[in-house]
């Protein structure tokens, strides 16, 4: 069955850093997303992509936020300056014609 | 705007038991999906089972069933013969997948236990 594929699992990361969360979406899948879950708490839906370019976006993704899909497969998620409470689990997911497919995650820990 | 609401923060069941996981939700749409995932303390998001607004049927896999009151907004999971290993976050969602706009709105969660 095809998955969506997340790199790295878990990101440590000072304050300030940039980081870049990785993600390899289903292949015939034209829709992506990026979704954020602080821990034990709400899955937050962040930005969706179509098309090279942002459908949409939240409140939560600001300035500091971007995403790209630099090579036609990978679909990235840049983090440009990281805070305290950027800490989360990060998930990428796909839509296809029947329904979403969700990564495994990046859990991100900014310290 | 699309919302989804899950009030039970936390349940508890017998192992073989059966527990229902209540979700009520609100859209001006017409045509839409409804969705459960898990999320196991691995914290994967996993599909359980999807429902087809148009569709007066409720879903079924295998031990994972639904019952779907569209006039009411109302959307519960169903577990029968409840296993150890469906201990997890539940989390009931919302989407129209239709058009670059779509996406999937989430309820907070609730916490399913099951005790042996």
């Known amino acids: 069955e095809p998955e969506v594929t997340q790199t790295p699992s878990h990101q440590v990361t000072q304050m300030g850093q940039e980081v870049i969360l990785r993600c390899v979406p289903i292949?015939?899948?034209?829709?992506f997303y990026w979704y954020r879950q602080i821990l034990g708490q709400k899955v937050e839906f962040l930005v969706s992509f179509y098309n090279n370019e942002i459908s949409e976006k939240s409140e939560i993704f600001d300035d500091q936020f971007s995403v790209e899909r630099p090579d036609g497969s990978n679909f990235t998620l840049k983090i440009r300056s990281t805070k305290l409470e950027d800490s989360a689990m990060y998930f990428c997911a796909s839509r296809g014609q029947y329904g979403y497919t969700f990564g495994s995650g990046t859990r991100l820990t900014v310290v | 705007a699309q919302t989804v609401t899950q009030s039970q923060p936390e349940m508890s069941v017998q192992e073989a038991e059966t527990v229902t996981l209540s979700c009520t939700y609100d859209?001006?749409?017409?045509?839409?999906?409804l969705f459960w995932y898990k999320q196991p303390p691995s914290r994967q998001m996993i599909l359980v089972i999807r429902?087809?607004?148009?569709?007066?049927q409720n879903a079924t896999e295998n031990r994972f069933s639904v019952n779907f009151q569209k006039a009411a907004k109302s959307f519960s999971l169903k577990i029968s013969d409840s296993q150890l290993g469906d201990t997890a976050m539940y989390f009931c969602?919302?989407?129209?997948?239709?058009?670059?706009?779509?996406?999937?709105?989430f309820g907070k969660g609730i916490t399913l236990s099951v005790r042996p």
């Open positions: 429902q087809e607004a148009y569709k007066q």
């Open positions: 969602a919302f989407s129209t997948l239709a058009g670059a706009n779509s996406k999937l709105t």
């Open positions: 292949s015939n899948h034209l829709y």
């Open positions: 859209t001006s749409e017409n045509n839409y999906y």
